[in-house]
Structure formats: C-alpha cells, structure tokens
C-alpha cells in the first residue's frame, strides 16, 4: 500500500539533502506548465527549502490557453516567478533551418528551448533546475530528450500519475491542478489521447504487472522497450573494453 505521507515526508528531506550536497544555499528552478507535475514539484520544494527559494518559469510559446492555471500555482505557493515567452525563439530556429522540418521536430523543439530557458534562468539566479517527470510518463518514453526529460534533480520519477495526485492534495493544493487533465501542451491533445491507453491502466500495470486489454499491453511493453535509451546515460565508448 502506498503511503503518501511517508513518501511526501523522504522527498522533502531527500530535496535538502540534495541541496545541501549540491547546491548549499541555491534556488530551485521550476519550469511552470499548470499541470499537477510541475505544481507538485514546486510545492515540494517549497516545502523543502521556503518559498524564497523556489523560483518558477512560465514558458508559453505564444498564446497558452491553461496559462491561467500556471498563474494559479505560483500565487497560491507565494513564489517568484518569471513569464518568458518563447515563441520568438523557436519561430527564429525554424525560420533559420535550411530544410523542412518533420513533425516530430516541430513538436519537440518547444521543450527544448524551454529546458535551455529554464537553465539561463537558474545560472543567472544562483539556482539548480527541477525535472518535473514522473514513473508513468518515462516508462513509456512520454518527454522530449533533452526537453522535460532532464534536470539537475528529479524528485517525483519514481512516483506514478495516481502517486503524485495523492501527495499533491497532502501537499494542500488546489483539486484544480491536482485533477487538471493532462495535455501535453505541444499538439492539444489529451496524454490519454495520444497515448492510447489511461494513466490508471498504466499505473496498475507499471505497479502490479496486471492489465485486462493484451493490446494495450503489448503496446505499453513496446514503448517501454523503445524508449529505454531515454532513461540511461549516454552510451560513451571505453577505449579497450572489446578486447
């Protein structure tokens, strides 16, 4: 049975003790999207270290239709927070690339340009950036490399969907954003609708190996399988280790 207040309770000491090792005195730098994983994180670290200690980033490429839930989070937590539009960014890159881009390549450039905002802003802030990824999302390879996949600390990436809502109402906030469902803020689409299957039937299966639609497994394995190099370091050769 999972506990959430136990679980809550290691990740806000777990969150000091990084600093401490890490980063004595730092802030922590929170991309911002409305969504529960972002406002769970930033809460947690508000916890962790005091809300003069969290910085949040709210990145919208133009116009956001949810960005008034992002809003919501950094005033109900009480945290310094930025608006940095991107949109100008990324329509410079795709003017400037002498090739058509593909789709895949639109889609994830966005949270690229983020990660790079978001780390501008924490080395001008004497700050360290949060992954805000969770379990269910990485298992199945749901970020963008080099976007929201990395951080320099990752405190909830080994909790599922289910997990984190329990510890995001623990942590006092609003149902709004702990029940918001998940868009994936980069084609509108819900994540349930792109990923073909529910987070609770992801969750279950990740948590306890059972699932009822063997279609919807064989799917779930596939993109675990495909998208393990996502979770791993980058594969570096050793000079001698083929002999």
């Known amino acids: 049975m999972f506990n959430a207040e136990k679980v809550k309770n290691e990740c806000v000491e777990w969150i000091r003790d990084f600093f401490e090792k890490n980063g004595k005195g730092c802030n922590a730098v929170v991309g911002i999207s409305g969504g529960k994983d972002s406002s769970i994180v930033a809460a947690l670290c508000v916890e962790a270290l005091g809300k003069d200690r969290v910085i949040g980033v709210l990145m919208p490429c133009g116009e956001q239709a949810d960005i008034d839930m992002a809003k919501l989070l950094v005033d109900t937590l009480g945290i310094k927070h930025y608006i940095i539009n991107i949109k100008d ?63 320099d600390f990752s405190p909830c990436s ?40 529910t987070y609770a039937e992801l969750d279950r299966y990740i948590r306890t190996g059972e699932i009822d639609d063997m279609e919807k497994k064989a799917k779930i394995d596939r993109m675990h399988e495909m998208n393990l190099f996502k979770m791993q370091l980058m594969p570096a050769f050793v000079p001698g280790s083929e002999e």
């Open 158 to 197: 080994h909790l599922t969907v289910a997990e984190m809502k329990q510890i995001g109402r623990l942590l006092g906030l609003p149902d709004v954003l702990v029940d918001k469902v998940p868009i994936d803020g980069l084609c509108g689409k819900t994540d349930e609708d792109n990923l073909g299957f």
């Open 89 to 151: 960014a990324v329509d410079g890159l795709t003017k400037s690339i002498p090739f058509e881009l593909s789709d895949q390549s639109r889609t994830n450039l966005p949270p690229r340009i983020r990660m790079s905002t978001l780390y501008a802003v924490s080395q001008s802030n004497n700050g360290r950036v949060a992954n805000t990824c969770n379990l269910s999302e990485d298992w199945v390879g749901y970020s963008t490399r080099y976007g929201d996949s990395v951080g």
